[in-house]
């Protein structure tokens, strides 16, 4: 990846995208305040240089079907570097698993799940991922309400 110094406009190009993605260039570009050409040439070096990773929707997932959610903190047996890359590697192969984190401290992986609703859930929890390889421990937590779900990073816009 070709990084480079990030200026103003390279900021206030990134912070309009992640607010909305599907903004056209005609309208990030008068945002931006420059003209639709350079904009474009921007936006395509700024995705070059791996500053923006990629565009998706943000979908509702109770309207979809998905009534839970829910954290579930995972130790494992052994923390061998091939172990965790074998976790990783079944991780992603769960499709209820939207998020996956290592952390560091008293457990090993933070998972974000979704489920059609809570049998479902423990469903996955018991039949899947306490039946899964090395894991040695499994506490969830399940999500009432999410008061803010803000994607990306705070971008300091002058």
Same mark, same amino acid.
């Given at each position: 990846?070709?990084?480079?110094? $990030? ?5 206030? #190009?990134?912070?309009?995208? =992640?607010?909305? +993605?599907? #903004?056209?260039?005609? &309208? $990030? ?5 420059? *003209? ?13 240089? +791996? ?7 943000? $979908? ?14 995972? +130790? $494992?047996?052994?923390?061998? /570097? ?7 590697? =079944? ?13 560091? +401290? /008293? ?22 991922? *306490? ?11 399940? %999500? #009432?309400?999410? *008061?803010?779900? /803000?994607?990306? %990073?705070?971008? &300091? #816009?002058?």
């Amino acid at each position: 990846m070709e990084h480079h110094k $990030l200026d103003s406009i390279d900021m206030r #190009i990134l912070a309009e995208l =992640q607010a909305d +993605g599907r #903004i056209t260039n005609v &309208e $990030l570009s008068r945002r931006a305040k420059i *003209t639709a050409p350079p904009c474009l040439r921007r936006m395509r070096s700024l995705e070059k240089a +791996g500053y923006i990773r990629g565009y998706h929707a943000n $979908l509702d997932a109770r309207l979809l079907g998905f009534e839970v959610s829910g954290y579930v903190f995972v +130790g $494992l047996s052994s923390q061998a /570097e091939s172990d965790l890359k074998a976790f990783e590697d =079944q991780v992603r192969l769960w499709p209820a698993v939207r998020e996956c984190y290592m952390l560091s +401290g /008293e457990v090993d992986f933070l998972l974000k799940v979704v489920a059609k609703d809570l049998s479902a859930f423990q469903t996955f929890i018991t039949d899947v991922l *306490t039946a899964a390889k090395n894991v040695a421990s499994v506490k969830s937590s399940l %999500v #009432i309400h999410a *008061t803010k779900r /803000e994607p990306g %990073v705070p971008l &300091e #816009i002058r």
